[in-house]
């Protein structure tokens, strides 16, 4: 027989309750009305004290991490606290936690839930219980479906260039949470495990006949710490685990807009004037472009790359490269690895200041394979190599101009699972904190571009990170493969992201690996990636063409079109990115998320709603014409944004969907602001519309649609305006009210208020009646 740990109450104070058997302790923290952290402290280190994730409504962290002894950042409520010989009671306004003391069980397993002195053998084990009622969202980027019940996956961060988008596990990030709703009791609650080594998550496709049904929690190396989060409802727990982990970093506006890369332009022996030529094709086919990915070919030295290298012989002037994209309002990303070849020209001065990760005895850089050959990765735990990286992004890239660092390639494949870390002088294996290191080289890059531009907003992109990454980056999900399932299963990835508290993302779009896209399918995945904070073109493809919107003549009206209509979505796409910021509320999210009231929105579909308000059914089949949407049940019913039509919620319906066409529904009551007037690629002049969409009898909305100049820090000083719009409907009558409040200077003298052609009742605006259904009012 198997003997349990039997734990009794050792001390309960600062909000936190200790519990002791033996050998082991475990500390229960009261941190909010609706979380708790429980943590079990077997491995000593002190890196192992700090956290670089929980960072509770913060922009910024430590380099050197946050104590997690630190409970400052938390409202620490008072709590309840009873016990008998067999349980412990912790009760809040909204949670009761019951721990049996035999075993120290919460909602765990009733056999073996935990691995007391390794009884389970090697490294860190959580088990527990589970129904066929539950449902199970997060862990980040990971392909398959939404719902990952049923499935096991590997949080391990790796280069999974090509991937399958609906199989391939593991992939680019480190994100060990996710959410549980039960469909039963209608409760929702997340679990995320403050642990950076390498993991498994099984979620039910493990069964063992002397446990019952079960889920588990296994990580390699470090402690038990995870925390509970309460919902009840599944939006509340992710709202609150991003809030946990951090504010979403608020983007400048033209990060919205159409990103062109690629990585052949760079690769070839005259990149620079191929990339003129894109800045001149953009202008020539006008297509409206915001900022341009400059990959990793011009940091080549013969066939392989070194970062912060410039080649001259590809881009023999590149303070005129960077000019000429300027000169057409085009922003620059530079990609940057933060990996040395051992052949790179700096590799042997880093190597003596032991800037590197280190091999196992310490006597040298460890050596991985990277790109093109072997190297070594910077240790971003050595303050010195922290600092220098920022000298060199300064350096090699901001003082020519460009505007925003790339982060890449920075899943720190490095499979020595002794190799050392600096630990700022506490070293430590790296295996412990692999996706720490991927955090602070993007924290190292965020700082270089605040100090070099000190009132702009840092702008940065990174493949790789941890929970919270999204304080510093805009994210994407890596290189992806050119096929028709990318697209759908891309979709449920980036959901899972949002599920994650990762809301700035996008996917490359038409498809990084593979052939080239063929025509439909392309236009089928622009479509899709308008409607995605990040909207990047990107390829690599294995035929040597390049996915550019010009890429196929006959269809270049179509995709020009698309290409504005994303630039006609960026105030709405603008909208949801500040309330991200400021509210903590995903861009993006799946029909569950909002209508949980609804239990059809649970069924797998290849639907989502952006800013709460916008409901995008892609088409993601080829030959495909119509699509089968259905409406979630909602109080007021949709609209179809493309015909005006109106219908109830809760219904199946068949819309047409030839390939100029996306299906999207707007909810009634929704307020959307749009770009208006004439769009392409010179013409920069803002003007802003305002899509309305009425209750069809009674209903009051008021929306506050957010203005900043979209660029600099001015707004963290109350320099922005807000255009607020009432509106109140009954069955006669619309009435429409605006005013504008704020500092911020507009940059457009009036809006235009759009309501549907076929609305008949009589139309109010400013307490005027106004007859038609375009309606200009001065701001």
Known sequence: ??????????????????????????????????????????????LLEKTWAITPGMEDMPKEGRNKADLSPFS???????????????????????????????HDRKTQSYNFNQSLGNGVYHYLERTRDESYYGLGEKGGPLNKAGKRYRMQTIDAMGYDAENTDPLYKHIPYYVTYNKKTEIAYGLYYDNYSDSVFDLGNE???????????????????????????????????????????????????????????????????????FVNSCKEFDIPCDSFQLSSGYTSIGDKRYVFNWDYSKIPTPHEMVEDFHNNEIKLCANIKPALLHDHPMYEELAEKQYFILSKD???????????????????????????????????????GIDSTWNDNNEYEIWDEEALAHGFGDQLPVSHIKPIQTMLMMKASYEAQK????????????????????????????????????IRYNIKMGLSLSMSGVYNFGHDVGGFSGLAPEPELFVRWIQNGIFHPRFTIHSWNDDKTVNVPWMYPEYLELIRGLMK?????????????????????????????????????????????????????????????????????????????????????????????????????????????????????????????????????????????????????????????NIKVKMECNDDVIELNTEVEGKYDLPFDQITLYLPENEERQIKVNGKSISGHKIVVAV
């Open 1 to 46: 027989m198997i003997k349990e740990k039997y734990f009794k109450v050792d001390s309960a104070e600062n909000n936190t309750v200790t519990l002791k058997a033996e050998d082991i302790i475990a500390h229960v923290y009261v941190l909010e009305e609706d979380i708790v952290r429980v943590y079990m402290p077997e491995e000593k280190h002190p």
């Open 76 to 106: 620490l409520p008072e709590f309840e606290l009873n016990q008998t010989d067999q349980e412990v009671e912790i009760i809040t306004s909204k949670l009761k936690v019951k721990i049996e003391l035999n075993g120290l069980k919460f």
């Open 207 to 277: 069964l063992d006949n002397y446990h019952g049904w079960y889920k588990y929690y296994y990580a390699s190396k470090g402690n038990l710490d995870y925390y509970f989060i309460l919902g009840p409802r599944i939006k509340d727990v992710v709202e609150s685990f991003s809030r946990l982990t951090g504010q979403t970093i608020m983007p400048p506006k033209w990060s919205l807009g159409y990103s062109g890369s690629t990585m052949t332009y760079t690769d070839e022996p005259d990149a620079q004037e191929q990339l003129k030529k």
């Open 362 to 400: 310490a006597s040298e850089p460890e050596t991985s394979q990277f790109w093109d050959d072997t190297g070594s990765y910077l240790d971003f735990t050595n303050e010195g190599t922290f600092n220098w990286w920022k000298d060199k992004v300064k350096e090699q890239l901001l003082s020519y």
């Open 451 to 486: 100090e070099f531009y000190p009132n702009i907003r840092p702008y940065l992109i990174s493949r790789s990170g941890a929970a919270g990454l999204q304080k510093y980056v805009q994210t994407w999900s890596g290189d992806n493969f050119t096929e028709w399932k990318t």
């Open 565 to 721: 209509e994303r630039v006609k979505w960026i105030p709405f796409m603008y909208q949801a990115v500040h309330k991200a910021h400021k509210e903590y509320k995903p861009i993006l999210t799946p029909t569950l998320y909002q209508f949980d009231n609804d239990p059809n929105t649970f069924a797998e579909n290849d639907d989502f709603i952006v800013g709460e308000k916008l409901l995008i059914c892609n088409v993601v089949e080829k030959g495909a014409i119509e699509r089968d949407v259905y409406l979630p049940d909602n109080k007021h019913g949709w609209y179809d944004v493309n015909t005006n039509e109106y219908y109830q919620g809760g219904k199946d319906i068949t819309v047409d969907a030839p390939l100029e066409t996306i299906p999207m529904f707007a909810q009634a009551g929704s307020i959307l602001p749009i770009r208006d007037g004439e769009i392409s690629f010179s013409d920069t002049k803002e003007e802003r519309g305002i899509l309305i969409f009425p209750y069809k009898t009674s209903g009051v909305t008021e929306e506050w649609i957010y203005e900043d100049d979209g660029n600099t820090l001015d707004y963290q000083e109350g320099i922005y305006t």
